[in-house]
T-cell receptor, first 115, second 117 residues
Framework: GENVEQHPSTLSVQEGDSAVIKCTYSDSASNYFPWYKQELGKRPQLIIDIRSNVGEKKDQRIAVTLNKTAKHFSLHITETQPEDSAVYFCAASTNSGGSNYKLTFGKGTLLTVNP | NAGVMQNPRHLVRRRGQEARLRCSPMKGHSHVYWYRQLPEEGLKFMVYLQKENIIDESGMPKERFSAEFPKEGPSILRIQQVVRGDSAAYFC???????????????FGEGSRLTVL
């Protein structure tokens, strides 16, 4: 089955700096890669996703890049703000015939943005 | 749209008791997933259901755990004879299929936190 590795496990940055979180996956058939943000005691919420037919996607201060050859993808947050502090999870899944999006998650990165 | 609703939010059980966790998907969503999250861990897939069907239960322990998504009513994750190792947050997620195509995005509920004493 799919295996997703995520690094680093913790990341501390100063407000205004950039943050980068990296993930690798094992199943070359994986074709959907979402990123979720989870605040303490809250639900995971999708912040951005990318499919295997594109290499990069950007949404305001957040961007995701995908390298299918190397089987890794990364989350980039620019101009970080204290409210970006949370746990971020990457995930990967294979859409087999459009019927199952079973996500395999990384173990998460605790991002702390210091004012 | 009220989103994915889970209850109870917190549940305390003694070893050997049963735990029942309920999940109502977002309106119009026909796919339900259950995930378990241990402290400082990622989300581990347990089971994927559509109405009246278990599609994939490869992540669910073979014993004591069961799940259903009946034609009417919420999806239920049932844990029999709970043990301390079952203490975790259990998240339900739902997703939408449009014109036969799965959109991919999972919408999570707030989770049910089970504590086994």
């Amino acid at each position: 089955g799919e295996n997703v590795e995520q690094h680093p496990s913790t990341l501390s940055v100063q407000e205004g700096d950039s943050a980068v979180i990296k993930c690798t996956y094992s199943d070359s058939a994986s074709n959907y890669f979402p990123w979720y943000k989870q605040e303490l005691g809250k639900r995971p919420q999708l912040i951005i996703d990318i499919r295997s037919n594109v290499g990069e996607k950007k949404d305001q201060r957040i961007a995701v890049t995908l390298n299918k050859t190397a089987k890794h993808f990364s989350l980039h947050i620019t101009e970080t703000q204290p409210e970006d502090s949370a746990v971020y999870f990457c995930a990967a899944s294979t859409n087999s015939g459009g019927s199952n999006y079973k996500l395999t998650f990384g173990k998460g990165t605790l991002l702390t943005v210091n004012p | 749209n009220a989103g994915v609703m889970q209850n109870p939010r917190h549940l305390v059980r003694r070893r050997g008791q049963e735990a029942r966790l309920r999940c109502s998907p977002m309106k119009g969503h026909s796919h339900v997933y259950w995930y378990r999250q241990l402290p400082e861990e990622g989300l581990k897939f347990m089971v994927y259901l559509q109405k009246e069907n278990i599609i994939d239960e490869s992540g669910m322990p073979k014993e004591r755990f069961s799940a259903e998504f009946p034609k009417e009513g919420p999806s239920i994750l049932r844990i029999q004879q709970v043990v301390r190792g079952d203490s975790a947050a259990y998240f339900c997620a739902s997703s939408l299929q449009l014109a036969g195509v799965h959109t991919g995005e999972l919408f999570f509920g707030e989770g049910s936190r089970l504590t086994v004493l």
